[in-house]
């Protein structure tokens, strides 16, 4: 069963545009979420994180948006650059587990 | 600086062999973490470790086991390898804190079992 769930495997975006990355969990014990970035042959990086106190965590061109009602949580990511193409990966925990559960992974792509 | 190193990068091996992968940070982190990641599927979390001698099963941990006998490291070993355990796998660490913590993850090892 996927408690973390990131629907859409891919996106596509024009360089200076927004991107916009979905996810969706189904375990309504988790009370931080995280962001990470992944490019080929590398180890995920994280990104950003909020808790779940908290609706929205900015950082730089970074922001992630969290709807507790809904379960739901989006990265935003303004401007786009050619750079940020990578995989995505949303990631959960329960506070003092500190076990992060992950999604699926949402591959970017940004486009001159 | 301090970091999480995984040997080796790449391995191939026999179905029914014992393998064990290699996770050592210098990060002095209580928690360490391995995870496979597989098309379709993200990260999966195949054990965990929240400090020397404690180990727990994560969700996909049938045919593996770790062993944690100092802070540093956390072998994964494959007991007797399968087809099923071609991936890539990636070790990750943590520091304990109550509530808000991110793993840093090493650069993984891409292991193929024929």
């Known amino acids: 069963d996927q408690q973390v769930k990131q629907n859409s495997p891919s996106l596509s975006v024009q360089e200076g545009r927004i991107s916009i990355l979905n996810c969706d969990y189904t375990n309504s014990m988790f009370d931080y979420f995280l962001w990470y970035k992944k490019y080929p042959a590398e180890g995920p990086t994280f990104l950003i994180s909020?808790?779940?106190?908290?609706d929205k965590n900015e950082d730089g061109r970074f922001t992630v948006f969290l709807n507790k009602s809904a379960k739901h949580l989006s990265l935003h990511i303004v401007p786009s650059q050619p750079g940020d193409s990578a995989v995505y990966f949303c990631a959960a925990s329960v506070t003092n587990t500190d076990k992060l559960i992950f999604g699926t992974g949402t591959r970017l792509q940004v486009f001159p | 600086d301090a970091e999480i190193t995984q040997s080796p990068r790449h391995k191939i091996t026999e179905t029914g062999r014992q393998v064990t992968l290699a996770c050592h940070q210098t990060?002095?982190?209580?928690?360490m973490f391995w995870y496979r990641q597989d098309l379709g599927h993200g990260l999966r979390l195949i054990h965990y470790s929240y400090g020397v001698q404690d180990t727990n099963k994560g969700e996909v941990s049938d045919g593996y086991s770790v062993s944690r006998s100092n802070t540093e490291d956390l072998p994964l070993t494959l007991e007797s390898a399968a087809s099923s355990q071609t991936s890539v796998y990636f070790c990750a660490s943590s520091e304990q804190v109550a509530g808000e913590s991110e793993a840093f993850f090493g650069q993984g090892t891409r292991l193929t079992v024929v």
């Open positions: 909020i808790s779940s106190i908290k």
């Open positions: 990060w002095n982190h209580n928690n």
